[in-house]
């Protein structure tokens, strides 16, 4: 059974950098399509960013150009670097799997995903 947990979170200030990790657990991550999502107090959870695990990713339209996300398989981790902070990007991060070998997309819809991390809080204040 993979289980996944986020680390990572802290408080930075608008404009600076902060690097997430998901480690996991109990199974490879090579044969599972990888995402983020975050939620905001009062908002709905909204995708980030995912990797299909044949390599192919995508970006939601508010973070592209600043968020990066990458895996290590033989770590077991998925990471997502995220730059050029803001405000709005206050939100607990999860991280968050669905078996699917071989797949070179992936989506940012949440209920196509359905092992979860318990969440890493980031605040982005001066």
């Known amino acids: 059974q993979l289980q996944l947990v986020e680390s990572g979170g802290a408080l930075v200030q608008p404009g600076g950098s902060l690097r997430l990790s998901c480690a996991a657990s109990g199974r490879t991550l090579q044969y599972y399509n990888l995402a983020w999502f975050r939620q905001a107090p009062g908002k709905e959870r909204e995708g980030v960013s995912c990797?299909?695990?044949?390599?192919?990713?995508a970006y939601s339209d508010s973070v592209k150009g600043r968020f990066r996300v990458s895996r290590d398989i033989d770590k077991g981790t998925l990471t997502l670097q995220m730059n050029s902070l803001k405000p709005e990007d206050t939100a607990v991060y999860y991280c968050?799997?669905?078996?699917?070998?071989?797949?070179?997309?992936?989506?940012?819809?949440?209920?196509?995903?359905?092992?979860w991390g318990q969440g890493t809080q980031v605040t982005v204040s001066s």
């Open positions: 968050a799997a669905n078996w699917n070998p071989g797949s070179p997309r992936c989506t940012l819809f949440p209920p196509r995903y359905d092992v």
């Open positions: 990797l299909g695990s044949y390599g192919g990713s």
